[in-house]
């Protein structure tokens, strides 16, 4: 069997999720993932590259993944069979606390003398209590550490204490050592993610199902590339923002990849893929210069995977002419939130926008070459009332009626949780929030709630639980019912998401008086539920192909892959 020095395992949300009866709710109608959120960090493919460039060998496993294609598959039988020298979880995305925790447990009883690491956002944030459970014995705190990771390794393949390895908070003893975070956390130029390791990987353990990033990839191949660690923007409800970044990884500021490294990556994903490539923040926060350097290589690179920009603040319209002249083939993402000027003025005050100016940009991006443009907007801001909801949806309708049908909106309830590190989690009734859990014990307590109203980790001053359930459905009914009749979706597609979102509103009504009266749910229904992913929490906002762009008939350049594989590192 080929030598694993680390095991890198993407844990369920909730294990085993299988086995319970949840409705999770739509909370991850608007990305890729299932509620399982089977999607590992882009963060294990960067660590891979730097990793194996180094000689140490990595093998990724998306233990949820396979968990959700196969019934019958058994982790532990699964774990068993690997002789890791090192094993790493992530608790990136705090929705994972409950998965994250019990995969630790079964992989201790499969390796008791290998050592466990944990990383990613919310490890680091919750690294003291974290490293309190007996089954985790490394916590690698920050959003760059593949340097630390590899000296960790490094030390533990010889023998040596990590005293030194920057970032770590390790016990000795029972006892807890909290190395400093290192002054050096970010590099100028953040570590490559070279996307041929993966194919080497699947050959190297045969494995092709463990390394996919989610449902439905083979079908619809996005690949994201990072433009930058940390952000700029103070968006209130975001765990990833400016302060949120200063607080938990010590990043003052946002670290750029550099145009040149950024476009060397999407090239490389181009020679091997067809599919879509996600810019993953905004191009036009680095300054004008740094976006149009950028697209000017892009230019030069001719690549004709479709290109999709995201945009925090509105560009001008010189940035968008930049963008057309040198991609082919280009979509656009823009959140405003709320269709209300004062709640998106709260949301982000400093990069604020009117809807005038996100207008004119609209009409500009599908003026020019933009092959499709998605609007998202949220339930759960500050301040928002369901009343504030329902108008967002009657924007949605003017939208639809001035644009023609390449621009299509979307609304979901910020969940399951606020995050941490977030103003609105760290300040919560400063923004007129409250909290049902503070703590990662609190969290893992709350994902095994019956319902995704009981698993909300928040409510606000003006929306309760309860109501933020309602007009999720409502709202999401509204807008289904508007894309039908704006064509934005066809009839039978239509239809099913209608049917899908009343059975899912139907059902909660039930779980939510049983719970108040405190009664039980009909236990054939709650075997219905029982391992139940699908018909209650998926497309109940609207339908999850929605999300994905065109598919090709092969979506992947087999001639390409074989010459990255002769040819490069
Ligand atoms: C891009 C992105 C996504 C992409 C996913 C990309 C991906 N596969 O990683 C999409 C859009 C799909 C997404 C989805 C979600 N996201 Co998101 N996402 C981001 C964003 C904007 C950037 C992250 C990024 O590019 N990182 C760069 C990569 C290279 O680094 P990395 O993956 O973080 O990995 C490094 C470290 O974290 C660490 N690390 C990570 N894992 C491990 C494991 C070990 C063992 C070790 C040692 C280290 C380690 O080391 C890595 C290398 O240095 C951040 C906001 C921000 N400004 O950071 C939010 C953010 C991370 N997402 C967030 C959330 C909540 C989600 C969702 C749960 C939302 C939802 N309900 O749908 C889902 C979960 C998806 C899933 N798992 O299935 C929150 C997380 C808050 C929290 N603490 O929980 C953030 C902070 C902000 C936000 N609200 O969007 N997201
Ligand atoms: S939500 Fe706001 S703060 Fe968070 S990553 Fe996006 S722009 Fe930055």
Redesign the pocket.
């Known amino acids: 069997m080929a030598r694993i020095d680390l095991l890198?395992l993407h844990p369920p949300s909730v294990y085993d999720f299988r086995q319970k009866s949840i409705m999770y709710g739509p909370?991850?109608d608007?990305?890729?993932?299932s509620p399982?959120?089977?999607?590992?960090?882009?963060?294990?493919?960067?660590?891979t590259s730097y990793l194996e460039a180094r000689g140490f060998k990595v093998r990724i496993v998306n233990l949820a993944l396979r968990m959700m294609n196969d019934l019958d598959f058994d982790v532990r039988t699964f774990l068993s069979r690997l002789k890791p020298h090192a094993i790493?979880?992530?608790?990136?995305?705090?929705?994972?606390a409950h998965g994250s925790i019990e995969i630790a447990k079964l992989a201790r009883e499969c390796h008791p003398d290998v050592p466990i690491?944990?990383?990613?956002?919310?490890?680091?944030?919750f690294h003291e209590e974290l490293i309190q459970y007996p089954v985790v014995d490394y916590v690698?705190r920050?959003?760059?550490?593949?340097a630390q990771?590899y000296a960790l390794l490094t030390k533990l393949r010889a023998g040596e204490p990590p005293a030194g390895v920057p970032n770590l908070t390790w016990k000795v003893d029972g006892k807890v050592q909290v190395n400093p975070l290192s002054t050096t956390p970010h590099p100028p130029e953040?570590?490559d993610?070279n996307p041929v390791q993966m194919i080497r990987m699947v050959l190297r353990y045969r494995d092709l199902q463990s390394v996919l990033?989610?449902n439905g990839w083979w079908q619809n191949p996005i690949t994201?590339v990072?433009t930058?660690?940390?952000?700029a923007h103070e968006c209130l409800?975001?765990?990833?923002?400016r302060q949120?970044?200063r607080r938990i990884n010590a990043r003052h500021e946002p670290t750029f990849r550099s145009p040149e490294n950024l476009v060397k990556n999407i090239v490389d994903i181009g020679r091997i893929s067809k599919g879509p490539i996600?810019l993953?923040?905004d191009l036009y926060q680095a300054g004008e210069d740094y976006a149009l350097e950028t697209l000017t290589r892009l230019g030069k690179a001719t690549i004709n995977n479709e290109i999709i920009f995201e945009f925090f603040a509105m560009p001008s319209l010189s940035c968008l002419q930049a963008i057309d002249q040198n991609v082919v083939n280009w979509s656009l993402e823009l959140s405003p939130e709320s269709h209300s000027e004062a709640l998106r003025k709260v949301q982000n005050e400093k990069f604020f926008y009117t809807n005038a100016e996100m207008e004119r940009v609209i009409a500009a991006a599908l003026k020019l070459r933009c092959h499709r443009l998605d609007v998202f907007f949220m339930i759960g801001l500050p301040e928002q009332t369901q009343r504030s909801v329902m108008e967002t949806i009657d924007y949605c309708e003017q939208l639809f009626a001035t644009s023609d049908p390449r621009l299509s909106c979307f609304i979901s309830p910020?969940?399951?949780?606020a995050?941490?590190?977030?103003q609105c989690f760290e300040n919560p009734e400063k923004f007129g929030y409250t909290l049902f859990a503070r703590t990662l014990e609190e969290h893992r307590e709350l994902l095994v709630q019956p319902s995704w109203r009981s698993i909300l980790n928040y409510e606000t001053t003006v929306m309760s639980r309860d109501e933020l359930v309602d007009v999720t459905y409502t709202a999401a009914a509204a807008l289904n019912a508007l894309k039908l009749r704006y064509g934005r979706i066809n009839k039978g597609r239509g239809q099913a998401v209608a049917a899908r979102i009343r059975q899912a509103a139907e059902l909660e009504t039930r779980l939510r008086l049983c719970s108040d009266s405190g009664v039980a749910l009909d236990p054939h229904e709650l075997e219905l539920l029982r391992g139940e992913i699908h018909d209650f929490s998926v497309s109940t906002v609207c339908d999850k192909r929605e999300l994905f762009w065109r598919r090709h008939v092969n979506n992947f350049k087999w001639l390409g892959i074989l010459r990255a594989l002769l040819f490069r590192s």
């Open positions: 890198l909370i991850s608007l990305i890729p993932s399982v959120f089977e999607m590992y960090p882009l963060g294990f493919l960067t660590m790493g979880i992530d608790l990136h995305w705090l929705p994972h690491i944990f990383g990613g956002l919310s490890s680091s944030y690698l920050g959003d760059a550490i593949e990771l953040p570590v993610l990033p989610f994201a990072f930058v660690k940390g952000c409800t975001c765990g990833g923002s949120a970044n996600f993953v923040g910020m969940g399951p949780f995050d941490p590190g977030s």
